[in-house]
Structures are given as structure tokens and as C-alpha cells.
């Protein structure tokens, strides 16, 4: 299930494991772009730190067995930066490594957007705006079946655009729903340029407080602040939690880093070749 000897190294020690995982998780979310020709790079790179601590450190989950009754659910709201997921997946024995290589190509069990007969996706996603009704759905299952499994939904800012996700939290707070915690990717950009220009969302926190949320906010890229957020979110108890973390689209690469334009948009062989060294540390 979960990777409990990580959980008995320190925090220091934890973090760094977990920040060098990231380093990976990004290389081969930018390798996989690169070759399928296509993709999401902003978004994927700027849930990197969250999705590897989720999947290196937090979730329960089982490789070997996928759909395990009483395992944590992940659901990947904003399905466009399914290359993270893939990635962490691949790394964690879900699938071998060389599908991420066919990455959007017919057939392939890895498309543009997570699909069930992925191994280790509890849902079809990317029709922005259902990931947390449907994540309130499976926790109030897990409530029913008598389980402590936890649900955690990753939602993008620009996604919270969708009356839809507010429709659920006020259902989420009326159930008082205490094993479901939204991940919001707070990286401030979406497709066409600026959250705050395109619809602004004001506080985000102060919102999902006002609807009946513990809410927590975050540097999403520090992996001490990560993990100390969801083992407080995990402690909650008579309503549902949400952490808002503060991201950078792009992260990792310089050039794609706050740039909407790389919200989906391939690296050509230059871009490709200073991303990985950026990644790494490498020398030019």
C-alpha cells in the first residue's frame, strides 16, 4: 500500500527524498511532450511537487492491486496535466516506464486525458469542473462502506471558473464530508493568459472557508509545506478540507515558467535539450 518506511525518515529527510523524485517526475513529463509532439507542460510542472509527494509519500494505494476496495482515491480534475499522473504511476510500478513514450498516440492506454483502463485512474477526467462532485461521490461511498480511505481531488484555479465545483462544495460542507480534501493548483494562469484578467476568483481560501471548508494555504512547491498541509487535512474531522497551494506554471523550466503560452504547447529540439539540463542542474 503506501510507502510507510518513507513515513518513518524525518520531515528533512522526506522532502528531500521526495523533492528528488520531482526532479524525475518533470523530466519525464517534458520527455513525454517532447515525443508525442503534443501536450500540456504549465499545469503538468506545476503539480509536480504535489502529485509526487501524493504518490511517494501520502496516498495508500497498491500497484500490484489498483482497485483495491479500501485505497486512497486520486482524481486529477484538470485532466490536461494527466503527464504527471502518468508519470508518477509509471514510477511506481503501476504500468512499465516504456508507455510513457506513447503518450496520445491511437491505442496507447496513456491519452491526452486519464481514462479508467489506465492502471491506478479512478476516473475518466478533463471536462473541467466534475472532478470534485464526483470525488464527493466517492467519499461518501467510502463513509458507507466504513473504510478511513481518503479521496484528494486536484483542481486547476482556472478550472474553479465552473459553477459546477461550487455546487459540490456546497454539497461536500451540507455531508460534512471529512475525507475529502481538494487540492487547488493555484499557479494564477490558464489557456488564454491570466486567471485574474479572464474571470477573477478573489481569495480562493476565503471562498472555500465560506462555503463550510477547512482550508489550508500552501507554497505548492515546498514538500514540507505539502506534507504537513495533508496530514493536518487528514486529521479533520465533520467537514470537508481544501488546500490551496500557490504554484508556478512551468515550474522547473525557466522558459516556460508563468508563461501561459506553455499551458499546451511541445518543445522543439532546443527547448527540449535546456529544459532537461535546467532540470537536472546541468551545465550548458
Same mark, same amino acid.
Not at 79 to 108: I, K, N, W
Not at 247 to 270: I, L
Given at each position: 500500500m503506501a510507502s510507510t518506511r518513507n513515513r518513518k525518515r524525518s520531515l528533512d529527510e522526506r522532502a528531500a527524498f521526495l523533492s528528488e523524485k520531482a526532479r524525475e517526475v518533470r523530466s519525464r513529463i517534458v520527455d513525454m511532450i517532447y515525443k508525442a509532439k503534443? $501536450? @500540456? %507542460?504549465?499545469?503538468?510542472?506545476?503539480?509536480? /511537487?504535489?502529485? =509526487?509527494?501524493?504518490?511517494?509519500?501520502?496516498?495508500?494505494?497498491?500497484?500490484?492491486?489498483?482497485?483495491?476496495?479500501?485505497?486512497?482515491?486520486?482524481?486529477?480534475?484538470?485532466?490536461?496535466?494527466?503527464?504527471?499522473?502518468?508519470?508518477?504511476?509509471?514510477?511506481?510500478?503501476?504500468?512499465?516506464?516504456?508507455?510513457?513514450?506513447?503518450?496520445?498516440?491511437?491505442?496507447?492506454?496513456?491519452? $491526452? @486525458? %486519464?481514462?479508467?483502463?489506465?492502471?491506478?485512474? /479512478?476516473?475518466? =477526467?478533463?471536462?473541467?469542473g466534475h472532478g470534485l462532485s464526483i470525488g464527493l461521490g466517492m467519499a461518501l461511498e467510502g463513509r458507507l462502506r466504513g473504510d478511513d480511505s481518503c479521496v484528494y481531488v486536484m483542481l486547476g484555479d482556472g478550472e474553479l471558473n465552473e459553477g459546477h465545483v461550487w455546487e459540490a462544495a456546497m454539497a461536500a460542507a451540507k455531508y460534512r464530508t471529512d475525507r475529502l480534501i481538494a487540492l487547488v493548483d493555484r499557479n494564477r494562469l490558464q489557456m488564454d493568459g491570466c486567471c485574474d484578467d479572464i474571470m477573477p476568483m478573489g481569495d480562493i481560501a476565503a471562498k472555500f472557508r465560506a462555503f463550510g471548508w477547512k482550508t489550508f494555504e500552501i507554497d505548492g512547491h515546498d514538500m514540507r509545506a505539502i506534507l504537513g498541509a495533508v496530514e493536518k487535512a487528514r486529521r479533520v474531522r465533520g467537514r470537508p478540507t481544501c488546500i490551496v497551494a500557490n504554484t508556478v506554471k512551468g515550474k522547473g523550466v525557466s522558459y516556460m515558467e508563468d508563461r501561459f503560452e506553455w499551458h499546451g504547447k511541445c518543445p522543439n529540439v532546443e527547448e527540449f535539450a535546456c529544459a532537461m539540463k535546467e532540470i537536472w542542474g546541468e551545465d550548458s
Amino acid at each position: 500500500m503506501a510507502s510507510t518506511r518513507n513515513r518513518k525518515r524525518s520531515l528533512d529527510e522526506r522532502a528531500a527524498f521526495l523533492s528528488e523524485k520531482a526532479r524525475e517526475v518533470r523530466s519525464r513529463i517534458v520527455d513525454m511532450i517532447y515525443k508525442a509532439k503534443s $501536450g @500540456h %507542460p504549465g499545469g503538468a510542472l506545476s503539480a509536480a /511537487d504535489i502529485v =509526487t509527494a501524493l504518490y511517494f509519500d501520502i496516498l495508500r494505494v497498491d500497484p500490484a492491486n489498483p482497485r483495491r476496495p479500501d485505497r486512497d482515491r486520486f482524481l486529477l480534475s484538470k485532466g490536461h496535466a494527466c503527464p504527471v499522473l502518468y508519470a508518477c504511476l509509471a514510477m511506481r510500478g503501476f504500468f512499465g516506464l516504456e508507455h510513457l513514450d506513447t503518450l496520445r498516440q491511437f491505442g496507447s492506454i496513456l491519452q $491526452g @486525458h %486519464p481514462i479508467r483502463k489506465t492502471p491506478g485512474v /479512478d476516473m475518466t =477526467t478533463g471536462s473541467l469542473g466534475h472532478g470534485l462532485s464526483i470525488g464527493l461521490g466517492m467519499a461518501l461511498e467510502g463513509r458507507l462502506r466504513g473504510d478511513d480511505s481518503c479521496v484528494y481531488v486536484m483542481l486547476g484555479d482556472g478550472e474553479l471558473n465552473e459553477g459546477h465545483v461550487w455546487e459540490a462544495a456546497m454539497a461536500a460542507a451540507k455531508y460534512r464530508t471529512d475525507r475529502l480534501i481538494a487540492l487547488v493548483d493555484r499557479n494564477r494562469l490558464q489557456m488564454d493568459g491570466c486567471c485574474d484578467d479572464i474571470m477573477p476568483m478573489g481569495d480562493i481560501a476565503a471562498k472555500f472557508r465560506a462555503f463550510g471548508w477547512k482550508t489550508f494555504e500552501i507554497d505548492g512547491h515546498d514538500m514540507r509545506a505539502i506534507l504537513g498541509a495533508v496530514e493536518k487535512a487528514r486529521r479533520v474531522r465533520g467537514r470537508p478540507t481544501c488546500i490551496v497551494a500557490n504554484t508556478v506554471k512551468g515550474k522547473g523550466v525557466s522558459y516556460m515558467e508563468d508563461r501561459f503560452e506553455w499551458h499546451g504547447k511541445c518543445p522543439n529540439v532546443e527547448e527540449f535539450a535546456c529544459a532537461m539540463k535546467e532540470i537536472w542542474g546541468e551545465d550548458s
